[in-house]
């Protein structure tokens, strides 16, 4: 039996065990692959690593704090990885460790999924992190002819900026600043923390969304809880609204595709994955 896994800290909270569990279950393969949780402090990663194929391991994801801190330790990286300088995939083979990041595909996926093509468009995203980061490079690859990065520390909005400085302009996070650019976007994606369940910080006003044209849809990659005070404003103001389920689903169909080397029917595969949610 090969095992894959997550590996995190905290962990236990991952859905990817039920997801990849439940997609090899899909495939017939739950014979030849099982899939768990790791739960591997920051310092205690490069031992895991060099432990891991002893145990069986053929592959893993990583989450927080593990993306960036894989790069340096990866034999080889796919564009996406290099241009986020954050791994969430690794394959193992012949002693050699591949790292893979399927967070900007699995957003763009889930974002054409919900009928919205980003080629051409207008966009705001709310957030510099690492989401962010996946998102803005994927949204520039897809082609927005304008990017609006609003963030609350302004040294991180620009430095995501500087990826590509035509199409991408960093931004504040005040009221009036999200107003101004919401007026001018054809799609708003929040990528910050604000309105996940077991925090208490909340936008501080949400009038920006008044300002957002009537048809423009709103994105929030929050999946926890399934609609956020966000969602549920802008839904109430006639907006397409989606969660970061979508992403959720097909970033983990993308990287279980690097673990098998077989490419999954990735629409179909998200429906039956979202009936299991
Ligand atoms: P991160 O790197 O820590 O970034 C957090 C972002 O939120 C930063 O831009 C931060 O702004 C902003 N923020 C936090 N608290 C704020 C506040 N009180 N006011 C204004 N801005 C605030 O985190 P991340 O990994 O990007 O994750 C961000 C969100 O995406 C989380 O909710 C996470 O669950 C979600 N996510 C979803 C998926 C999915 O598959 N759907 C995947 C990855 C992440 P500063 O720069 O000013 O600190």
Known sequence: MKKLCVI?????HSKSPLLHNAMLREMALDGDYTYDCQLVPARDLKDWLAQAPHLGYVGFNATMPHKEALVPLMDGLDE???LYGAVNTVCMKDGKLYGYNTDGRGFLASLEEGGF???GKRAVLLGAGGAAKA???K???AGVSALTVCNRTAAKAAALCAHAPG???PAGFDPDTL???AAEADLLVNATNLGMADTHAQFESLSFLEALPAAAPVYDVIYHPPETELLRRARALGHPAMNGLGMLLYQAIFALEHFIGVEIPAAPMAEKLKKLL
């Open 167 to 169: 199409v991408m302009t």
């Open 139 to 141: 949204l520039v690859q």
């Open 8 to 12: 995190g800290d905290p962990v236990l």
């Open 117 to 119: 093509r980003a080629s």
């Open 179 to 181: 107003t101004r650019a």
């Open 80 to 82: 996406d990885a290099k």
């Open 135 to 137: 998102i803005a490079l």
